[in-house]
């Protein structure tokens, strides 16, 4: 999701006000100070709005960072996961050519199909966690890909997932299967219970810090580092060695086109 979207979440009106409330914290405040409030809001109900979209971007950046330490695939210097929207929106026009995106499309067949599905999880990552914290609130769960939605009005993540799968797309492959499988893998990592926990231990962090470091990234994500490498299922998904952490290039991709391992 975009800041412009975040902002447009709790704004209908053109003024700025900076909440002033003893009830919020310094991250609160800070994290305040960015967005739009309608004026005829309560300072309650701006507190609520501050709190209820923090925790929607803590949510959606651990999502991704999750999804980046249980692959343990090296997609390049990714961004930070930040829920400070100016830190947020810098990251998001530097990602629009980020260098493994354009490296995806010049890399031999075998390891593009696999580089690709790893790329698209991580992008749909963010919104994977977000319609697990749904199922957790009992509220109504958002889909990853909706089909209901213009492509122009669906989330940054997502407009970007599309655009990657349509790139790296064969006859064989087309980019809505693409996308179906990984969303299908992503809800399927979100429903186990240790990366649920890692994505919580990662949002709440955020909430407190408002960005994070490597290292304390590595130690909320320590219980499934490089998990995927120690799950058969997912080993043969990305074609994942188990000593060494590396894909083995010359059987990552199915005689039918299918992103995993010949049987």
Not at 35 to 47: I, V, W
Not at 74 to 82: E, F, I, R, V
Not at 190 to 208: I, P, T, Y
Not at 248 to 255: G, I, K, N, R
């Amino acid at each position: 999701m975009s800041p412009q979207a975040w902002k447009k979440a709790v704004s209908s009106g053109k003024s700025q006000k900076t909440v002033r409330s003893s009830k919020l914290n310094a991250m609160e405040r800070r994290f305040a100070q960015q967005l739009l409030f309608e004026d005829n809001l309560s300072p309650t109900e701006r507190r609520e709005k501050i709190r209820f979209l923090m925790r929607e971007i803590a949510c959606h950046q651990a999502g991704h960072a999750v999804m980046q330490y249980f692959t343990g695939f090296p997609l390049g210097k990714m961004p930070a996961p930040s829920i400070l929207l100016e830190e947020i929106s810098s990251e998001l026009l530097y990602s629009d050519n980020i260098a493994w995106e354009s490296w995806l499309k010049s890399a031999p067949p075998p390891l593009k199909r696999v580089s690709t599905l790893m790329v698209l999880l991580y992008l749909l990552a963010g919104c994977g966690a977000q319609n697990v914290a749904d199922k957790v609130r009992k509220a109504k769960r958002r889909p990853i890909l909706d089909q209901d939605i213009p492509l122009e009005y669906r989330s940054a993540d997502v407009r970007r997932a599309t655009r990657v799968a349509e790139s790296m797309a064969t006859p064989e492959l087309q980019a809505s299967r693409l996308l179906a499988q990984a969303e299908k893998w992503t809800l399927k990592l979100f429903r186990r219970r240790d990366v649920q926990r890692a994505a919580r231990n990662v949002a709440e962090l955020l909430l407190k810090h408002g960005a994070l470091t490597d290292r304390q990234l590595k130690r909320a994500c320590r219980e499934i580092h490089w998990l995927a490498t120690r799950l058969p299922e997912w080993n043969r998904l990305f074609c994942l060695n188990q000593k060494e952490g590396q894909m083995l290039c010359d059987v990552c991709h199915a005689d039918d086109g299918t992103l995993s391992c010949r049987e």
